[in-house]
């Protein structure tokens, strides 16, 4: 008779206000929610929302719901880092710092003739390809790297103190330099060995690549 009882008693408030007898159980029985907070959850997943009641303050809430976020992650293209098996590229540990085309970097103001011009002929740039400075001894005008964190990086430059396992990665700002860079001993993977050669077409070629678009795009958000 008792259990018929509170069977009854619970259909009635279920009723009334709209608690799951489920709930009211678990709640009496202390079952632990899977989810690590205050609340207890009350409805089920409906449109990327779930209603929930704060037992400490003892008003409904609504949160996002943690599958929705997972789809959209889900959605989203990979990053260069992930995308491919970098293992199978042969690889170095470097140090590599930032630099800029400005006076602090490489003496040269604006109005200088050769202002942004690299060693090989090309101009400097930050893109999905940019261009970066080695030792020619080591990494040939050409050379394209794939630097974790920054991504390609296609020897274009020298530099004075740039020598032996040392790279200096193009960024347009000092800002930039320290913001997204700084000083780090890195280890990157050589995709192709140059030939001692760099264009603007072929620099333009690499970038405009249709299939890695969509990792440019990534890097033109980030930028921006």
């Excluded at 206000?17 to 609340?39: C, Q």
């Excluded at 001993?185 to 264009?199: A, D, E, M, P, R």
Aim: aromatic share 12%.
């Amino acid at each position: 008779m008792s259990l018929l009882f509170v069977i009854a008693l619970l259909t009635t408030f279920q009723s009334i206000s709209g608690v799951e007898a489920e709930v009211i159980l678990n709640k009496f029985y202390d079952v632990s929610s899977l989810y690590p907070t205050s609340y207890h959850f009350l409805d089920k997943w409906n449109d990327g929302q779930n209603v929930a009641i704060d037992q400490q303050k003892k008003h409904y809430v609504t949160q996002r719901s943690m599958p929705n976020l997972a789809k959209k992650s889900a959605n989203q293209p990979p990053r260069l880092e992930e995308a491919f098996d970098w293992s199978k590229y042969p690889s170095m540990e470097v140090v590599a710092t930032g630099y800029t085309a400005g006076v602090e970097s490489t003496g040269k103001t604006p109005d200088h003739p050769e202002y942004g011009i690299t060693y090989s002929g090309v101009r400097v740039k930050r893109d999905l390809y940019s261009t970066i400075a080695a030792d020619l001894d080591i990494f040939p005008i050409g050379t394209i790297l794939f630097i974790p964190g920054y991504g390609y990086g296609v020897v274009a430059d020298k530099g004075g103190a740039i020598k032996g396992h040392r790279i200096d990665l193009y960024y347009d700002t000092v800002e930039d330099v320290y913001k997204y860079w700084g000083k780090k001993k890195i280890q990157v993977y050589i995709v192709k060995k140059g030939n001692g050669t760099l264009s603007e077409e072929e620099l333009k070629q690499l970038n405009e690549d249709e299939t890695m678009q969509v990792f440019r795009q990534q890097y033109l958000q980030s930028k921006s």
